[in-house]
């Protein structure tokens, strides 16, 4: 049973696309391990949600994952991971991990100063997710947070470096830069796309804690605390069901998780039909 448990798949949603960076940190961390990914494109975003609803959409998405045999899941959504974790940690009896713990943790771990900046959509930085798990881990640290909402459309167009997308890295992160941070945790799912640019303006001397990374780290670490890591092969199945697609879905997923994506299962996680793949 334990090697059966072993060789099941890890289960990761998100809302939409951005949550395939935290797939490709798992697929560099942990090469031998299958994914299964869900993106809930059907009823992104989940930002402009009430906490209910997003528990419930999380609660849905963990259970189609579950029906796909995973020993573990990430909820590689911001939004879902401040308001979601409790609720299905006490509902389903496998690890459960979100992505705001890991980045939070890093970002504590690796400052001098003891001041940490947090840039994110506005519905995560105005959910106080990432400044309450900082100062969980520690009260005497300063959390200064910015919402930098033009990041994810360009990110979404492939515009990730050049002029323009570093006029606008200027606009938001200028004033977090001469606050005195010395430590900047990238909140957003789409923003590792941005990190190049990200770290062109606010300079060497400031850290940048990719969450994406930092889950990938955790999780690894799970798996080897519970002796559930698959190191019986060197390569592994990816999996991925979506609940919408558009046209140009396919050429934008492929941007974020590094890699030609060959086929997206359409599925209908709220009622029973599952529609053709792609």
Same mark, same amino acid.
């Given at each position: %049973?334990?090697?059966?448990?072993?060789?099941?798949?890890?289960?990761?949603?998100?809302?939409?696309?951005?949550?395939?960076?935290?797939?490709?940190?798992?697929?560099?961390?942990?090469?031998?391990?299958?994914?299964?990914?869900?993106?809930?494109?059907?009823?992104?975003?989940?930002?402009?949600?009430?906490?209910?609803?997003?528990?419930?959409?999380?609660?849905?998405?963990?259970? !189609?994952?579950?029906?796909?045999?995973?020993?573990?899941?990430?909820?590689?959504?911001?939004?879902?991971?401040?308001?979601?974790?409790?609720?299905?940690?006490?509902? !389903?009896?496998?690890?459960?991990?979100?992505?705001?713990?890991?980045?939070?943790?890093?970002?504590?771990?690796?400052?001098?100063?003891?001041?940490?900046?947090?840039?994110?959509?506005?519905?995560?930085?105005?959910?106080?997710?990432?400044?309450?798990?900082?100062?969980?881990?520690?009260?005497?640290?300063?959390?200064?947070?910015?919402?930098?909402?033009?990041?994810?459309?360009?990110?979404?167009?492939?515009?990730?470096?050049?002029?323009?997308?570093?006029?606008?890295?200027?606009?938001?992160?200028?004033?977090?830069?001469?606050?005195?941070i010395d430590v900047l945790v990238l909140g957003c799912t789409h923003y590792p796309l941005l990190k190049n640019t990200i770290q062109k303006i606010v300079g060497e001397e400031i850290t940048l804690v990719d969450s994406a990374q930092e889950t990938a780290s955790q999780i690894?670490?799970?798996?080897?605390?519970?002796?559930?890591?698959?190191?019986?092969?060197?390569?592994?199945?990816?999996?991925?069901?979506?609940?919408?697609?558009?046209?140009? !879905?396919?050429?934008?997923?492929?941007? !974020?998780?590094?890699?030609?994506?060959?086929?997206?299962? %359409?599925?209908?996680?709220?009622?029973?039909?599952?529609?053709?793949?792609?």
């Amino acid at each position: %049973m334990k090697n059966d448990t072993k060789n099941a798949p890890i289960g990761v949603f998100d809302s939409g696309i951005g949550g395939l960076t935290v797939a490709k940190e798992l697929i560099k961390t942990l090469p031998g391990e299958d994914i299964i990914y869900l993106g809930d494109t059907a009823r992104v975003p989940y930002g402009t949600k009430s906490g209910r609803t997003v528990i419930a959409y999380s609660r849905s998405n963990t259970e !189609f994952l579950i029906s796909k045999g995973i020993k573990l899941l990430v909820v590689a959504c911001n939004t879902a991971s401040s308001v979601s974790i409790p609720s299905l940690k006490a509902e !389903f009896d496998i690890p459960v991990l979100g992505v705001i713990e890991p980045g939070a943790k890093k970002a504590v771990e690796v400052t001098h100063k003891n001041k940490i900046g947090v840039i994110g959509t506005p519905s995560t930085i105005n959910s106080g997710a990432y400044t309450k798990a900082i100062e969980n881990l520690n009260p005497d640290i300063e959390v200064i947070s910015k919402p930098c909402p033009l990041f994810v459309p360009l990110a979404d167009e492939g515009w990730v470096e050049g002029e323009i997308v570093e006029r606008v890295a200027e606009e938001y992160l200028n004033p977090i830069k001469n606050s005195g941070i010395d430590v900047l945790v990238l909140g957003c799912t789409h923003y590792p796309l941005l990190k190049n640019t990200i770290q062109k303006i606010v300079g060497e001397e400031i850290t940048l804690v990719d969450s994406a990374q930092e889950t990938a780290s955790q999780i690894k670490q799970i798996l080897v605390n519970k002796d559930l890591l698959n190191d019986s092969k060197t390569s592994s199945e990816r999996n991925f069901y979506l609940t919408d697609v558009s046209d140009t !879905f396919i050429s934008v997923a492929g941007r !974020f998780l590094g890699e030609k994506i060959d086929k997206i299962e %359409m599925v209908d996680i709220v009622g029973t039909t599952a529609q053709p793949s792609l």
